[in-house]
C-alpha cells in the first residue's frame, strides 16, 4: 500500500489512522435513519426497488450472485448509468476483472440523448486480488477529490470470482490465503462504503454445489444445483446477497429469471421474475404473467 | 458513584428485581456463595423475542455474562443482536430491563430502518400483551416510540482490529458514564480478525484479552455482552467440517454459546455450552417484526419463491 496523497492531503491518506487517535464517539441511530432510507440507489425498475424496499443501500456491500448470462454485468451497467441520475447524484467506479470491459454493451444502455452519462463512469481493471487491493487503496483519494465531476458513491466489482480462478489450490493452506484476502478485499470495501456512503456492489459466479461446502446458499438454476462461489468464506464478506435464477428451459419458450433476496441484514427473503431487455433489467409483475 | 445511584433505581422499581446488584457494586469482590446465590436468582434476563430460545437459556440472554452467538451467514444473528438492542429497553413495568444498549458494529449491518421495525416490532408486541397497563399509565406511552428505542442504542461502526480493540478499551470509561447500558452486542467479533495475521500468537493473545475485559465489564457493571461469531470451514480428519471462527483457545473465552443453524427451512438455535443448563435445541423464526417463535407449520410464513 501506497500513501495516497502528497502531505497536503494528509487529512485524506488514511483516516483510519486519524480516527482512531481520537475517543470513538458513538452515533444516534435516530439521527441515521434518515439518510439510511433516502439513501438507496435505484435500479431503475419500481418491480425490482420493491423487492429491495427501495435500492441497494448505501454504506454496505450487496453481492449479485448468478451464473453466466444471468443478468449481472447488464445490471452493474444499468446502475452505473443511473447513479448520475439518481438522488444520490454520483459518478460509479467500476472495476472490471474480466476483460476487455464491456464499452459496446455500455453504450448501448445508455439513452441516445445522453452520451455525457458515460462520462460519469470511471473504469479500471484488475487482474489479481493485490491488483484490487491496490486500487481500493488508492480509490481513497478518488472518492474525497473531485474537481469537475461527480462525487463517486458507487463501487462496482465485476466479478470477484474472476480474481480468484487462478493461483489457488483447493490444499487447506491455500484456502486459508484465499479467505484472509476475502476479509482484507471486504474491510476494504467496507470502510469506503462507510466513509463515503458509498453503495457497493460485487458480482459473483455460481459453482456446483459439490458435498462438503454445507452453510452457503443453495440454488436451483438451469437445472444446476448451485451455490455463489469462494465458499462461505466469502458469503460472511457480504452484507447482502442477491441471487439471479433461471429456470430450466421448459417446452413453453424462455425460461423464467427470478431475483432472490437470499439474505439481507434489511430485507426478508424474498424474490420477484425479471426479464433482460435490449434497454436493461426490468422485474415483472406477478400479475403480468 | 453515580453508577451506585443507579443501579439502586433499577433495583428499587416497584418490579420483581427489588433486591438488586447494588451491594456487590459498592464492595468489589466481597461476596460470600449465598450472596452469589441470591445475586444470581435476582438476576434479570434480556428477551430473545422467542420464548422458546429463551427457554433452552433459561429465561433470556443472562446479565452479568459474556454470551457467543454463531452461525452461517443470513441465519439471523444480526437479527437477534438487533432484537437484543432493542429489548433490552422494555421498561420494567412491562416485564423488561429498562436498559440501554451499546451496539458496536464491525461490519456494516446493522441497518436503521431494520432496526425501526424491530422496535415497531417490539411495541405492538408489548401493547398486546399489556392492553390495561397501557390505559392506565400515559406516562409510560410517552415514552414507547420507536424513535425513543433507537435514540437509546449507543452505535459504535469501526472498520478495522484496531478500532475494535480501541472501542473495546473505551467501554469502561464509557459504562462509567452511562450506567444505564444493560447490553453490549459485538457485531461481529470476527470480522477484522479474519484478515491476514502474520502473528498467529499475537491475534489469540489480542483475542482473549479482549474477552477478559469483556467478562469483567460484564460483572462490574451488571451487563450482558453478546458477541455475534461466523462460521469457518475446518479442515479435521480428512474432511472440511463447519466450526465457529477464531480457533479452540477462543472457545473457552465465552461463558454461553449459542449456535444458530439452518434445519430444512427452520432456524434453530442450538444451546452448545452454558455453565448450568443442558445442551438443547428449540427453532425460532425471524418475521418482519424481529425473532419471534417459530409457528406450527400449518401457518408457517410464506416464502415467495
Redesign the interface.
Known sequence: MRPAAPARHSSASSSSSTYSQQEPRPENPLLLLPSSRAGKLSLGCPVLDRLLSGGLPAASVTEIAGESASGKTQLCLQLALLAPLSPLSASCLFLHSDLPFPLRRLRGLAPKSRPDLLDHVLVAAAHSPSDLISLLSRAHHLLTHHPGRLPVRLILIDSIASLFRADFDASPADLKRRSALFFRISAKLKELAHRHRCVVVVTNQVVDVVEGEAGNTVAWSSGRRVSPALGIAWANCVNTRLFLTRDADGPGGSARRRMKVAFAPHLPERACEFVIRRDGVFGVEPAER | MSHVRSAHAVGTNKSKGADGPSTSSVLKGAQNAWDLLSDEQSRRHINTGSADLNNILGGGIHCKEVTEIGG???VGK??LGIQLAINVQIPVEYGGLGGKA?YIDT??????????QIAEGCISDILEYFPHCHDKAPAGQEKLKP?SF??D????????Y??QI??IN?LEK?LEEHNDVRIVIIDSVT??F???FDDMALRTRVLSGLSLKLMKLSKAYNLAVVLLN????K?TEG??Q?TLALGDSWSHSCTNRLILYWNGNERYGYLDKSPSLPVASAPYA?T?KGVRDAVNSNSKRV???
Open positions: 452461517v451467514p443470513g444480526t437479527q451499546v461490519e456494516g449491518s446493522f441497518m436503521v430502518e431494520r432496526v425501526y424513535e433507537l435514540a442504542i449507543y452505535y459504535f461502526r469501526i472498520c478495522s484496531t478500532e480501541a472501542v473505551y464509557f470480522f477484522h479474519r484478515q491476514d461466523q462460521v469457518t470451514t479442515f474432511s472440511f463447519l425471524v418482519i416464502r415467495v419463491m
